[in-house]
Nanobody, 126 residues
């Protein structure tokens, strides 16, 4: 139905910025919603941000922990969702996952999302 592939992770020093990309293929109906999660070693998966796929009047949602620092966006023509991250800290080190829900769910519950990418590693050094 929907396939997701993350890219853009890497090793970054504290205070720097990084942009992650999620390439979306398959069925991309207007009801689709996209989200970013992350999971650090020994921790549960954490919701970061979500966005509706529709072209007009897209809505975004953020976890309080990343508001003002991370920005989610999408380019429907390129079938890509982005996560722009600024002022990265060592605590941001994790595997970052792209997720999608065909019914338009944009909340923080990871088990509600139908599709997941393989993840991309982000490591922030001091």
């Amino acid at each position: 139905q929907v396939q997701l592939v993350e890219s853009g992770g890497g090793l970054v020093q504290a205070g720097e910025s990084l942009r992650l990309s999620c390439a979306v293929s398959g069925r991309t109906a207007s009801s689709l919603a996209m989200a970013w999660f992350r999971q650090a070693p020994g921790k549960e998966r954490e919701f970061l941000a979500s966005i509706t796929w529709r072209w007009r009047d897209a809505s975004t949602y953020y976890a309080d922990s990343v508001k003002g620092r991370f920005t989610i966006s999408r380019d429907n023509a390129k079938n890509t969702v982005y996560l722009q991250m600024h002022s990265l800290e060592p605590d941001d080190t994790a595997v970052y996952y792209c997720a999608a829900d065909g019914a338009g769910y944009v909340g923080p519950r990871d088990y509600e999302y139908d599709y997941w990418g393989q993840g991309t590693q982000v490591t922030v050094s001091s």
